[in-house]
């Protein structure tokens, strides 16, 4: 965008950011909502949760300002708030829930972010801001270079960097970041942190966008359906092609690895265990921002799947009303033909003329075929041997999906997510393989996270078996008194909370 005048001059009068920054107001929005939304990272909220804060920050600024500097209720400057002609908050009812939820939106973020930059600084880090400029530049130089041969000759300067390093090590040269240069990297890093949360929040308004585009469309339209689909399917095509969208989903991909997460949940606890970091005093809520992550990644996750289930209410609704109009249709002709049934209408109803001669060649005429006469033979019954076990007949397995849903969502509670392995170690087989492809029915249900990297065994008892185990199938595994312990190996299932 240009900053000219009459850019600025509409961006001063459309922009609700801007709009915040020039209201009367301003320090009572921006401060409530900072320590409401941002500060906990505080998502969708009741209207009743969010009134009461706000009337208690309300009272507490009556005690100071007096009852006229805010003589409006909570609910009534809630409301306002979301007004269009504000739009710092957005408005809007949760699914089987019918008391409104507020949330922040992200031009109202953007203008409270900039307001905390404004603050003054104790400490301002250049240094870890430069390396890492430095490498992003190496990182697009070296990715974007088609010669093999320098690709091979930077990593081959990489790996000489490295073993000169080791090489000082083992000589008893360490090299250590002193405290300037770990309160500079940790100060970048919570500070990219924070800005990858408000990233999120506009991922999840522009995905919404299009889910309320998708909702006018279908409640105007009155074409044929294959060109709304098309239309549809071509702007949620267009987002998850776009830079931004396949940027999230990378993120999102590299965020849902367990092994990504217990790597960064390590890399915090050791460096805000540093005694430069804790003369800092970081927010305690630094120690679980990935989880952070998550959730507000799940936020716009559900946005996409709602824009999935109304494409499925629209075709539903779609096929209800053909039949409906087909089956009036069929009443019609009935009730005319019933009105005319005693009093047919005389002479022809309707005529329709050949268009064309209607030949029958002599040769095209099939030969005859006698009928085939099956032989039956009358055989006499004997009576035969009842020493058979016929249970077998009557056995069934049932599968309980209820008490395997429960048993996930129990594992789930003191944890973000669990593995398909994890869970069947805690509660083995009851059914053997019928329970495995009941787990693997959940999972498909329950959206979990497919590793196609890693690949679990997961093992279980044949109740039935005999015969003895074939050494050929892995690792030995003792048997049971009841059967032969059996396996299979799968890609690494995650559930997630």
Same mark, same amino acid.
């Given at each position: 965008?240009?900053?000219?005048?009459?850019?600025?001059?509409?961006?001063?009068?459309?922009? %609700? +950011?801007?709009?915040?920054?020039?209201?009367?107001?301003? *320090?009572?929005? =921006?401060?409530?909502?900072?320590?409401?939304?941002?500060?906990?990272?505080?998502?969708?909220?009741?209207?009743?949760?969010?009134?009461?804060?706000?009337?208690?920050?309300?009272?507490?600024?009556?005690?100071?300002?007096?009852?006229?500097?805010?003589?409006?209720?909570?609910?009534?400057?809630?409301? !306002?708030?979301? !007004?269009?002609?504000?739009?710092?908050?957005?408005?809007?009812?949760?699914?089987?829930?019918?008391?409104?939820?507020?949330?922040?939106?992200?031009?109202?973020?953007? =203008?409270?972010?900039?307001?905390?930059?404004?603050?003054?600084?104790?400490?301002?880090?250049?240094?870890s801001?430069?390396?890492?400029? #430095?490498?992003?530049?190496?990182?697009?130089?070296?990715?974007?270079?088609?010669?093999?041969?320098?690709r091979?000759?930077?990593?081959?300067?990489q790996?000489?960097?490295?073993?000169?390093?080791?090489?000082?090590?083992?000589?008893?040269?360490?090299?250590?970041?002193?405290?300037?240069?770990?309160?500079?990297?940790?100060?970048?890093?919570?500070?990219?942190?924070?800005?990858?949360?408000?990233?999120?929040?506009?991922?999840?308004?522009?995905?919404?966008?299009?889910?309320?585009?998708?909702?006018?469309? #279908?409640?105007?339209?009155?074409?044929?359906?294959?060109?709304?689909?098309?239309?549809?399917?071509?702007?949620?095509?267009a987002?998850?092609?776009?830079?931004?969208?396949?940027?999230?989903? /990378?993120?999102?991909?590299?965020l849902?690895?367990?092994?990504?997460?217990?790597?960064?949940?390590?890399?915090?606890?050791?460096?805000? =265990? $540093?005694?430069?970091?804790?003369?800092?005093?970081?927010?305690?809520?630094?120690?679980?921002?990935?989880?952070?992550?998550?959730?507000?990644?799940?936020?716009?996750?559900?946005?996409?799947?709602?824009?999935?289930?109304? $494409?499925?209410?629209?075709?539903?609704?779609?096929?209800?009303?053909?039949?409906?109009?087909?089956?009036?249709?069929?009443?019609? #002709?009935?009730a005319?033909?019933?009105?005319?049934?005693?009093?047919?209408?005389?002479?022809?109803?309707t005529?329709?003329?050949?268009? /064309?001669?209607h030949?029958?060649?002599?040769?095209?005429?099939?030969?005859?075929?006698?009928?085939?006469?099956?032989? #039956?033979? @009358?055989?006499?019954?004997?009576s035969?041997?009842?020493?058979?076990?016929?249970?077998?007949?009557?056995?069934? @397995?049932?599968?309980?999906?209820?008490?395997?849903? /429960?048993?996930?969502?129990? +594992?789930?509670?003191?944890?973000?997510?669990?593995?398909?392995?994890?869970?069947?170690? /805690?509660? *083995?087989?009851?059914?053997?393989?019928?329970?495995?492809? +009941?787990?693997?029915?959940? +999972?498909?249900?329950?959206?979990?996270?497919?590793?196609?990297?890693?690949?679990?065994?997961?093992?279980?008892?044949?109740?039935?078996?005999?015969?003895?185990r074939?050494?050929?199938?892995? %690792?030995?595994?003792?048997?049971?008194?009841?059967?032969?312990?059996?396996?299979?190996?799968?890609?690494?299932?995650?559930?997630?909370?």
């Amino acid at each position: 965008m240009d900053l000219d005048f009459d850019s600025l001059e509409r961006l001063r009068e459309s922009n %609700p +950011a801007w709009r915040l920054l020039r209201s009367k107001n301003a *320090p009572l929005v =921006a401060g409530f909502l900072y320590r409401f939304f941002l500060e906990p990272n505080r998502r969708a909220t009741p209207q009743g949760d969010l009134a009461e804060a706000l009337e208690d920050e309300l009272f507490d600024l009556r005690e100071r300002k007096g009852v006229e500097a805010f003589p409006r209720s909570a609910v009534e400057y809630l409301n !306002d708030w979301a !007004d269009p002609e504000h739009a710092w908050l957005r408005k809007y009812y949760t699914k089987d829930s019918d008391e409104p939820h507020f949330d922040l939106t992200p031009a109202a973020e953007k =203008a409270i972010r900039w307001l905390d930059s404004l603050a003054r600084r104790s400490f301002v880090g250049t240094e870890s801001r430069l390396r890492t400029l #430095i490498e992003l530049l190496r990182q697009i130089r070296e990715g974007a270079d088609e010669d093999p041969e320098a690709r091979i000759a930077e990593l081959e300067r990489q790996c000489a960097g490295i073993e000169a390093e080791i090489e000082s090590i083992r000589a008893g040269e360490l090299t250590l970041l002193d405290d300037t240069a770990v309160k500079d990297r940790f100060q970048q890093f919570t500070q990219m942190a924070r800005e990858l949360l408000g990233d999120f929040r506009e991922v999840e308004h522009n995905f919404r966008m299009l889910d309320r585009s998708v909702r006018e469309r #279908i409640a105007l339209w009155d074409g044929p359906r294959a060109a709304l689909l098309d239309d549809v399917v071509e702007r949620r095509g267009a987002i998850a092609e776009s830079d931004q969208g396949r940027s999230f989903n /990378a993120f999102w991909d590299f965020l849902m690895s367990q092994e990504r997460q217990e790597e960064l949940t390590g890399l915090l606890d050791t460096v805000l =265990a $540093l005694p430069a970091v804790e003369e800092m005093s970081p927010d305690a809520r630094t120690r679980r921002v990935h989880y952070d992550w998550l959730e507000a990644g799940e936020q716009a996750q559900a946005t996409v799947r709602r824009l999935s289930q109304q $494409l499925r209410r629209f075709l539903d609704d779609q096929a209800w009303l053909e039949n409906r109009r087909i089956m009036e249709i069929l009443r019609n #002709i009935e009730a005319n033909a019933l009105a005319v049934r005693d009093q047919p209408p005389k002479g022809s109803v309707t005529e329709v003329s050949a268009t /064309a001669a209607h030949i029958v060649l002599p040769m095209e005429r099939p030969l005859y075929t006698p009928p085939f006469s099956p032989s #039956i033979s @009358t055989l006499e019954l004997e009576s035969g041997e009842d020493d058979l076990d016929t249970s077998a007949l009557y056995a069934e @397995t049932l599968v309980d999906m209820a008490r395997l849903e /429960a048993h996930i969502r129990h +594992a789930l509670q003191d944890r973000s997510q669990v593995t398909l392995r994890e869970l069947c170690e /805690a509660r *083995p087989f009851e059914h053997g393989m019928a329970e495995l492809v +009941a787990y693997l029915q959940l +999972a498909d249900r329950l959206k979990a996270h497919v590793d196609e990297e890693i690949e679990e065994w997961i093992w279980w008892t044949r109740l039935d078996a005999r015969a003895p185990r074939d050494p050929s199938d892995g %690792p030995e595994r003792e048997s049971s008194p009841e059967g032969t312990m059996k396996r299979t190996r799968l890609p690494r299932i995650i559930f997630a909370r």
